[in-house]
C-alpha cells in the first residue's frame, strides 16, 4: 500500500460522516503555525482565516447532525474560546489527513482548546496513534469533569468504559461481498486500561459475537469489523478486531449496536436507521 493511500486509510478514523467536505484540494498544502479562527462548526471542527479546515486533536465532541446531548454546548465553547482570535497550531506526525484537513492541537487566547472542552465535560479523550503526547493533562481534565458529572458525563451514553463514535452499518457497494466494510468504532472512554476479553457485541436480532483478549489503552478507539481478517492489536496503531461473521450483521435500514462487559452491563448503544427506500 502506498504512503499516500495509507495516510488516507489511517486518518480516516478521524473522520465525521456529517463533517462538510474540503472543497479544495489541501493535502499538500503548507500547513499553518498560526491562523484567525474564521468559523466553528462542531466543538472539534474549526475553519481557518486560510480557510484550512482543522480537525481538533486529542478530544472527540458530540456531533451536531444527528443531534447529540451536549453538541450545541461544545461548538459555543469553542466558539467562545477561539472564534476569531488567533490560533496556535500544533501538529503530530502526520499534519493533513486524506481530505486536506489539519490534523492540530490549538491554542487559544493561552489555552489548549482540547484540555478546555474536556474540562467543561463537552467531549471526551480521543487519540489516534502515533501521537507523541502524554495524555496526562489530557486524562485528568476528563476525570474532573466525569466526577462532576458535567456535560455528557451526565448522560447515558457516558456511563459505560466504552463509547460508540461511528456506526457504518451500511457497507459500500453489495454488503454480501464487502462484509469488512461493516464497522464500529468504539473509545475507552475510563482513565485506565481495558480488556475487551469476555465483552459481546449484539445487533437487533439477537446474533452476538464475543470479544477477544485484546488490551485497549485509555482514549484510544477499538475499530469492530464484521468480517474476517487479522486481529491488530498494537496501540501504535488503529487497534482492530474482527468479528468472524461470513455474512452482514447490520441491518441496512435499521439495526442497534449493544456492547456488554463481561459482567453483562451495558457499556454502551448506538441505533442506526435509514429513512426512505433502501438503498440498491
Given amino acids: 500500500m502506498s504512503l499516500l493511500l495509507f495516510t488516507a486509510f489511517f486518518f480516516g478514523a478521524w473522520a465525521q460522516d456529517d463533517e462538510p467536505a474540503a472543497t479544495t484540494d489541501l493535502t499538500t498544502a503548507p500547513a499553518p503555525e498560526k491562523a484567525t479562527v474564521a468559523s466553528v462548526y462542531d466543538g472539534d471542527t474549526l475553519t481557518l482565516s486560510t480557510g484550512d479546515k482543522v480537525r481538533l486533536r486529542w478530544v472527540n465532541t458530540p456531533e451536531l447532525r444527528p443531534a447529540e446531548a451536549y453538541g450545541v454546548e461544545a461548538r459555543e465553547a469553542t466558539k467562545a474560546l477561539c472564534l476569531n482570535q488567533e490560533a496556535t497550531l500544533i501538529y503530530g506526525e502526520t499534519k493533513r489527513d486524506g481530505y486536506g484537513r489539519l490534523l492540530a492541537g490549538v491554542e487559544c487566547q493561552g489555552q489548549d482548546l482540547s484540555v478546555h472542552l474536556l474540562d467543561l465535560g463537552l467531549g471526551h479523550v480521543f487519540l ?15 476525570d474532573r469533569a466525569r466526577t462532576a458529572k458535567r456535560g455528557v458525563w451526565s448522560t447515558e451514553s457516558y456511563q459505560g468504559s ?7 452499518a451500511n457497507a459500500a457497494g453489495d454488503d454480501r461481498t464487502n462484509v469488512n466494510g461493516e464497522y464500529l468504532r468504539a473509545c475507552n472512554i475510563s482513565n485506565e486500561l481495558v480488556d475487551l476479553a469476555g465483552y459481546k457485541i449484539t445487533n437487533l436480532s439477537g446474533r452476538s459475537f464475543t470479544l477477544p483478549s485484546i488490551l485497549v489503552p485509555a482514549g484510544h478507539t477499538v475499530k469492530i469489523i464484521s468480517g474476517t481478517g487479522e486481529h491488530q492489536a498494537s496501540p501504535d496503531a488503529q487497534i482492530e478486531i474482527y468479528l468472524g461473521s461470513p455474512d452482514p450483521i447490520w441491518n441496512n435500514q435499521r439495526d442497534r449496536a449493544t456492547l456488554y462487559d463481561r459482567h453483562g ?12 427506500p433502501p438503498r440498491p
Avoid: N, W, Y
Fill in 162 to 168: 466504552f463509547h460508540f463514535t461511528s456506526f457504518h
Fill in 265 to 276: 452491563r451495558v457499556m454502551d448503544s448506538r441505533i442506526h436507521e435509514t429513512k426512505g
Fill in 128 to 142: 489516534i496513534p502515533p501521537d507523541e503526547r502524554d495524555p496526562k493533562t489530557l486524562l485528568e481534565a476528563q
